[in-house]
Each structure stands twice: as C-alpha cells, then as structure tokens.
C-alpha cells in the first residue's frame, strides 16, 4: 500500500483512542495516532473526567487486584462492598429504560474487571474514591453507588498515564491531526485524510479505528439531533468532539445506532465558559442538589431531586434544567446540608440522617414530591447557586458489533473500520450510570484495537 504510515491508525487520543492502540500495538501491530487537538489541550473529555470507573467487583479482594497498595488501614476502615454483574446488568437496564443493545451491555459488563486490570497492567494507577462515593459512618467508610475506583490524578492523571502507557510501547502520537475523511475504494477503509497543522495529507493503513468522541461541542449538531435549545447548553469538556468520526463513517455507508436525540447533561455552574476548562475540570458540576431543593426562575420546583442517589439522576437532570425558564435553576441549601456538599464533604457527626441510603424521607402532597432527603430547610444563612445545563457527551453513534467493527447499513461490516468510545451508539439512552463512559472507551477500545491490530497485522 502506498504511503502506509502503520498498520493501524487510532483517530483520537481520549480514553478509548489509547486503550485501543495499546490493543492494537499489544498484537504486533504498528500504530499511529491522530489526535485533532494541540498537546496542551488533548486527551479529549477523558481529561476533563474525575477519572471514576465503573467496575464489576465481588469484594474487596477485587478491590485490592486493582489497587494493590491499598493500605490494611484503608481496608480496616472501609466496606467496599460488592458491585456484581447482577447490579451493573440492572442499572444498565433501569437507567436506559430497556433500551441498551444486550450485546454491547453484555461486553460492558462482563468484561469491565478484565479490561480495567489489563489498563493497570499496562500502567494506569488506581485509587478508592473516598470522599465522592464513600461517606464516613461509624467510624467506617461505605461505599453505595457502584462507583469505587478512580485513576490517580483523576482524568488528567488517566490521560498522562495512558499517553506514558503508549509512547513507552513505541505508539507515535501526531497532535494538531484532525481527520477528516476516510480513504474508501469502495470495499475497504485504507487510511484517512487528516489537516495537519493547516496541511492536508493522506495516511494509509490496513485498519483504522475511530475513537473520536461524539458531536457534544457541535451546536449545530445538538440543535438538529437533541433539538431546540440544546446550542444554549454549556460544553463542560473538550472542544474538539464535533462529530468528525460519525460524519465520517456515515459517509462511506455506515449505518447510525442508539439515542441520537439523548445525551448525558448535568447541573453545571451557571457562568461556566461556553466549553470546558482544564484548570477547572469538573468543578463546575454542582451535584449535591439530592440535599438541597432546586426552584427555576419563577421560583417553582420542578423536579425530585431525591429520586435516587447522584450516580443515577445526575447525567439526565441537566436536560431537565435547560427546559426551564431562562435555562436555570437555583440550588438552595440551608445550613444542615452544608456539609453535604460535594467538595466539604467531612462527615463528623452522626446524626440519624443517613445519606448513604435512600432514606424515604419523602414529602407528601406536593405538586411534585421529594422521594429521599427531604430535610426543612430552615437554618440560616441559606445559600442559592445557579445552574444551567452542561452537555456531557451524546449518545448517538455509530452501530458495531461485538469485535469493534463499524457496520453498514446492511449490517456488514465495513472492512477495515472499527469503533470505541463515545461515538458508539445503542449503549446509553436517556440516562447512564456514573462512571461507565470510561469503561465504555476501556472494554471498547481493547476489543476495537484488538481487532484492529490483527487485522492490520495480514
Ligand atoms: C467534565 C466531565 C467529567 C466526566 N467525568 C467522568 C467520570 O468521572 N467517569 C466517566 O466514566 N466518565 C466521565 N465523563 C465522560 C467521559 O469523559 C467520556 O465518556 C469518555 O472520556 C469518552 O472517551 P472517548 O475516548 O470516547 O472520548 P474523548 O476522551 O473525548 O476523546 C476523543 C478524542 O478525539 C479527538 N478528536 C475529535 N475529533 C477528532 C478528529 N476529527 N480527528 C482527530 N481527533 C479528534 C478529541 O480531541 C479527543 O482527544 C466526564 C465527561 C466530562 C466532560
């Protein structure tokens, strides 16, 4: 083949573009990466992450397989719990209301453990997310959502790590590449045309996988597909991710998959700029609000903020938000929530007020009641904050199967084509449980890039 620069080209450099090209070089394969984004800015929404993965584990000696220097003390003081097959299946299911593709779920599940260890082998550090996901009771730390490991340094460390992983293993990284059209000879994908650094060239391989991120910071995207209002919403990460890798391969016959009308959206500082920054991360999410009332601009609830824990409401309440007059809401907390608070979360007193369950202390009788932690608010000085809705990632993508191959709109697979990451469609709809974008890109991307890489290898 003319011109071929590897075997495998991984367009993207975020969480799934990396597992996919350790994948892919892990078979013997020659793997270049193209990462639209300048050095300073990429690792797409990855970086932007707190680096939290969701992840199946049957006890603490799971824990331990994936954070080997956990200390006895953390052990002593800590009830990790289990997060089993079972209770990931069910929170897929619940939270996407039946609509996840049993294929892809079953992957996402099954392989969850696996994938994360193989990521740690290959250099990712991990650590329990106390603080988050673990409030202090009793003297003991319990988890409570599913949600128990993050990377250390959260998702800049992630990506740090992960581009270490890579460049070790010879991976060559080609910053400020955008790719922009596959090379198609009508029967099998070739390479890609990329601008690089205001060039056009063409790079050839016998694989390429996408793993570039969703249309999430495309406005005119998101008023298409998510609909009207959704160009006013904040891009909480990555400026980069305006739908290339779905354009595309739906140009060359890819057939589309999933909830292109849905979207991961949350409570996000009001006054954030219009795209994420990475000196803040994500500390423009406001996620206490299970503990504080939410009023809109004419001063009426219009939501149950209690419904369930965090992890299982947040993702779709930023939706909820921008529907509303102005597009925001306050969060009004009075002094007995404080500390509650995600940040100040110093659990000292034991009070019979017991965040780590849904508690049932629900209201009765109101337009819309409150299910759990429906505390009075009645101790000065109350504090209001202002949220709009920040656009996470979109749900549409592009329809695979169970190797990572990109399929066509007859179901075949478009050979040479993979996918992982975002721009997968038929996982999420309409919600999704924290912590399983990661996962997402790190199960997707290793079968991607495994794919690929023996693909690309003949
Ligand atoms: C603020 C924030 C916090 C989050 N927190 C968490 C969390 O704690 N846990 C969790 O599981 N998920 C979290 N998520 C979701 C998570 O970020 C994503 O699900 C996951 O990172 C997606 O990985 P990816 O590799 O598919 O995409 P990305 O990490 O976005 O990578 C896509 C890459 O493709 C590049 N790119 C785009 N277009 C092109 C092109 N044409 N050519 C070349 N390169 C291109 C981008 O620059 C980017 O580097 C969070 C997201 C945000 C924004």
Request: charged fraction near 20%; charge should be neutral; hydrophobic fraction near 35%.
């Amino acid at each position: 083949m003319p011109n071929q620069v590897a075997d495998v080209i991984v367009v993207g450099a975020g969480n799934a573009a990396f597992c996919a090209a350790l994948a892919a070089q892990e078979q013997g394969a020659k793997v270049v990466m193209c990462e639209a984004a300048p050095e300073d800015e990429s690792g797409g929404n990855s970086r932007f992450t707190a680096g939290s993965i969701r992840v199946v584990y049957n006890g603490v000696d799971d824990i331990k397989t994936l954070v080997p220097d956990l200390t006895p003390a953390e052990i002593e003081t800590t009830d990790f719990g289990t997060y089993t097959a079972d209770q990931f299946f069910d929170d897929m299911a619940r939270v996407t209301q039946h609509r996840a593709d049993p294929d892809l779920v079953e992957l996402l599940v099954t392989k969850s453990f696996d994938s994360l260890n193989w990521m740690r082998q290959k250099g990712v550090r991990l650590i329990p997310i106390y603080g988050r996901q673990a409030f202090k009771i009793d003297g003991k730390f319990k988890f409570w959502g599913g949600l128990t490991v993050e990377s250390v340094g959260g998702g800049p460390g992630l990506v740090a790590m992960l581009t270490e992983a890579a460049k070790k293993r010879g991976i060559e990284i080609n910053y400020s590449t955008r790719g922009m059209d596959l090379l198609f000879d009508g029967n099998r994908v070739e390479g890609i045309r990329v601008r690089q650094n205001g060039e056009v060239r063409e790079l050839r391989a016998k694989s390429v996988v996408l793993a570039c991120g969703g249309f999430e910071a495309n406005p005119e995207w998101r008023t298409r597909y998510l609909g009207p209002g959704w160009d006013l919403a904040k891009v909480r990460g990555s400026r980069f991710n305006t739908g290339d890798g779905i354009r595309m391969a739906i140009d060359i016959g890819a057939a589309p998959r999933g909830n292109w009308s849905g979207c991961h959206a949350v409570q996000w500082e009001m006054n954030a700029p219009e795209f994420g920054d990475l000196a803040v991360g994500d500390q423009f999410q406001k996620h206490s609000y299970p503990f504080c009332i939410l009023v809109n601009a004419t001063g009426k609830r219009f939501v149950d903020e209690g419904a369930d824990f965090r992890n299982y409401t947040y993702a779709k309440y930023g939706r909820v938000v921008l529907e509303q007059p102005g597009q925001f809401a306050w969060q009004v907390f009075d002094q007995k929530a404080k500390h509650l608070q995600r940040d100040e979360y110093r659990i000292r007193q034991i009070t019979k007020f017991n965040p780590n369950v849904k508690d049932g202390r629900g209201t009765t009788g109101l337009a819309i009641n409150k299910s759990n932690w429906a505390n009075t608010i009645d101790t000065p000085p109350f504090e209001g904050y202002a949220v709009t809705c920040g656009v996470t990632f979109t749900f549409g993508g592009l329809r695979i199967n169970t190797d990572g191959e990109v399929l066509n709109t007859d179901y075949q697979p478009i050979r040479g084509l993979y996918a992982a990451g975002e721009l997968v469609g038929g996982l999420f709809y309409f919600n999704y449980p924290g912590g399983s974008g990661l996962m997402s890109g790190t199960v997707f991307g290793k079968i991607a890039g495994t794919s690929a890489g023996r693909a690309g290898k003949n």
